[in-house]
C-alpha cells in the first residue's frame, strides 16, 4: 500500500511540473490568484446586471451550501463527478439576460476563464470542467419558449430542454413538431450549436437547418441577434459549436409539419435470426428510403434474463404515416427485416419523442418536462461516418469486438434523404451527401475506479482503431455532439493552431478554415476557448 501513494505521489508531482513548467507562464493562472481575482469578479457582476433582477441570487461559490447540488445537477457523466475532477470557483446560475452580459463582462476584466453550460450534456464535460481555474456561467434557468403556431415558429431559451419544447409544441399544434434529439434532458444551446439530429433528419434535415435567428453575449457583453451579429457568425453557431464564438441565448426555430398519427417501431434479430444478412442490406436500402422514413441500427450484446450472451441488432423505425403505408414500404424495400403489424405502434408526433427516448409504449408524455436525471454511469463515446457498405466479414469482426467487451452498443443512423440536398458548406455542419450513415460507438460502466476506467477507455480506443478501414479517410470525420478529445485536444487552457486543425478538420472539413475566419473577427483574443473550440488566427 505505501508503495502504491509513493508511486502515485511521484506520478502527481511529475504531472504538476509538466503542466507548470511546459505550460506558457502567460497561460498560468494559480489558483490562490484565481481566487483573488474572484472577489473583485462578483464585485462586478451587480455594476453590469439589471437591479431589478438581483444577480447576487444567482451565483454560488463553494461556500454555498448549495454548490455541490447545482454543480452536479447537470453533470450527465460520471466520469466528471468524482473528488478528483476540478471544480468552478463559482457558478453563475443566470436568470436573465443581464447576469450573462455581466459574467462576459467581469470574467473578461478580471482574466477569469469561463465554461458555458446549457444541459450538461457535452459528452467529455467541456461546459463544466477545466484544468485551469474557472468559473462556470450555467443557462438552465433561461428557459422560456413561445410557440407560434400562426407564422410556424417559436423562441427557445437556450436552457429549454429538447424534451421541454416536444411538450410546448403539442400544447399548441398535433400537426407541428421539430428535428431534434432523442434525449429529452439535452439543452437547445448545445444540442443545435453543434448541429442536432433525430428521427426526422431524412425529412427535415438537421436542427441547425431549420433554425431563422437567434441571439447571442458576444466577448463585449452584447446582444446581437441575426441582423447585428452577421452572416458569418449567425453561419458559425448553426453547427459550429456556439462557445467557440460567445454565450447562446435564444433560437427562433422553424417549426415543422407532420402527420396526425406517425408510426414507430422496433425489432431485435438476432444472429439465429438472421441479423448478419439484416443489417448487411441495411446499409443498401436505409439511406435510400423516402425521407419520411428512418431506421436505425444498434449492435449490442443481449442482456435479457436467461439469454446467452450474443449480439443483436435492434431495428428501430420512424415513419411519417400510419401503419399500412409503413408495411407496404417495408414488404417491398426491405423485406428482410420481417417487419409485422404487431411490431408497429401509431401514435402522435409528441408521443413517438417518448418512444424515442426509451420509455415503455403509453407512458405520459409529461415525463418530457423531467430535467435532470442523478447519472449512475460512467460512459465514454465516439463517432465515425461510412461512405461504403462495410462487408459481412467486417460487421463479424465489429461483432467479436462488441461481444467482448459487453458493455458497449455500435449505432448506425442512416442519412441520404433532406441530408442529401442540403450543401456541405450551408453550415459548418459538413457531413452530407456521400454518407451513408454515421456510428456511434456508446460505452457504458457502473465500476468505479481509475483503473476500470482506464480500461474501459482502451477498449473504446481499441473498437474505434479496429473500425479504420471501413469508415471515412482523409479526414476521419467526427460528429461534434458526441464529443471526443481523443481525435485532438487543446489542453492545459492553450489553443495551437495546429492541434485545432487536427480536430476542426474532422468536425468541420472544409469549413474550418470559416469557422477560423469569422473567430478572428468576433472573439480575437480567444476568450472564449475549450479544449476543443475555434482558434484565431
Request: charged fraction near 20%; glycine fraction near 8%.
Amino acid at each position: 500500500m505505501v508503495g502504491k501513494v509513493g508511486k502515485a505521489r511521484r506520478v502527481y508531482k511529475v504531472c504538476f511540473f509538466l503542466i507548470r513548467h511546459c505550460v506558457p507562464n502567460f497561460l498560468w493562472v494559480s489558483w490562490a490568484t484565481a481566487y483573488a481575482d474572484l472577489n473583485d469578479f462578483l464585485q462586478c457582476l451587480p455594476k453590469f446586471s439589471e437591479s431589478s433582477y438581483p444577480i447576487i441570487e444567482t451565483i454560488y461559490t463553494q461556500k454555498n451550501t448549495s454548490f455541490q447540488y447545482v454543480l452536479n445537477a447537470y453533470i450527465q457523466n460520471r466520469r466528471y463527478s468524482t473528488p478528483t475532477i476540478p471544480k468552478p470557483m463559482a457558478i453563475i446560475a443566470a436568470m436573465h439576460e443581464s447576469h450573462v452580459q455581466a459574467t462576459v463582462v467581469c470574467a473578461k476584466e478580471h482574466a477569469l476563464h469561463i465554461r458555458i453550460r446549457s444541459g450538461g450534456h457535452d459528452y467529455e464535460g467541456l461546459s463544466y470542467v477545466s484544468s485551469v481555474p474557472f468559473i462556470i456561467l450555467d443557462m438552465f434557468n433561461l428557459r422560456s419558449i413561445e410557440i407560434n403556431v400562426t407564422d410556424e415558429s417559436a423562441w427557445v431559451q437556450a436552457g429549454a430542454t429538447a424534451g421541454e419544447l416536444y411538450y410546448k409544441i403539442a400544447e399548441k399544434s398535433k400537426v407541428h413538431g421539430f428535428p431534434a434529439g432523442v434525449c429529452p434532458t439535452v439543452a437547445t444551446g448545445g444540442l443545435i450549436s453543434g448541429g442536432g439530429y433525430g428521427p426526422t433528419m431524412r425529412k427535415f434535415g438537421l436542427s441547425a437547418d431549420n433554425i431563422e435567428d437567434a441571439t447571442l453575449v458576444n466577448v463585449n457583453g452584447t446582444i446581437l441577434d441575426k441582423n447585428s451579429m452577421g452572416e458569418d457568425l449567425f453561419w458559425a453557431i448553426r453547427g459550429g459549436g456556439g462557445a467557440s464564438f460567445g454565450v447562446i441565448l435564444s433560437w427562433k426555430i422553424k417549426l415543422v409539419r407532420v402527420p396526425a398519427k406517425v408510426t414507430v417501431f422496433n425489432v431485435t434479430r438476432s444472429i439465429e435470426q438472421g441479423a448478419l444478412d439484416v443489417l448487411y442490406r441495411w446499409q443498401y436500402v436505409a439511406p435510400k428510403l423516402p425521407k419520411n422514413t428512418y431506421i436505425r441500427a444498434t449492435s449490442q450484446v443481449s442482456n435479457g434474463e436467461g439469454k446467452k450472451k450474443a449480439v443483436e441488432v435492434s431495428f428501430s423505425g420512424h415513419f411519417l404515416g400510419q401503419i399500412d403505408e409503413l408495411l407496404r414500404l417495408i414488404n417491398e424495400s426491405f423485406p428482410e427485416l420481417g417487419l409485422q403489424r404487431k411490431d408497429c405502434f401509431e401514435m402522435s408526433w409528441v408521443e413517438s419523442t417518448v418512444f424515442w427516448a426509451g420509455y415503455p409504449i403509453g407512458t405520459p408524455i409529461n415525463v418530457l418536462l423531467n430535467r435532470t436525471n442523478i447519472p449512475t454511469f460512467f460512459f465514454k463515446s465516439k463517432s465515425d461516418y461510412v461512405k461504403e457498405p462495410i462487408p459481412k466479414e467486417g460487421i463479424e469482426s465489429i461483432w467479436q469486438m462488441v461481444q467482448k467487451i459487453e458493455k458497449v452498443y455500435v449505432q448506425w443512423n442512416p442519412y441520404g434523404g433532406r441530408m442529401d440536398e442540403i450543401a456541405a458548406s450551408a453550415t459548418p455542419f459538413p457531413h452530407r451527401a456521400g454518407n451513408l450513415f454515421k456510428i456511434q460507438y456508446y460505452m457504458s460502466w457502473t465500476e468505479e475506479g481509475i483503473e476500470t476506467t482506464n480500461n474501459y477507455l482502451s477498449f473504446s480506443r481499441k473498437l474505434y482503431e479496429e473500425m479504420t478501414p471501413f469508415v471515412s479517410k482523409n479526414p476521419r470525420e467526427a460528429f461534434l455532439n458526441y464529443r471526443d478529445i481523443d481525435i485532438g485536444a487543446n489542453l492545459h487552457n492553450q489553443t495551437e493552431f495546429g492541434i485545432a486543425r487536427v480536430y476542426g478538420s474532422k468536425f468541420f472539413k472544409d469549413n474550418f478554415d470559416r469557422l477560423v475566419r469569422v473567430k478572428t473577427v468576433v472573439d480575437p483574443q480567444n476568450f472564449f476557448r475549450n479544449e476543443q473550440s475555434i482558434p484565431p488566427l
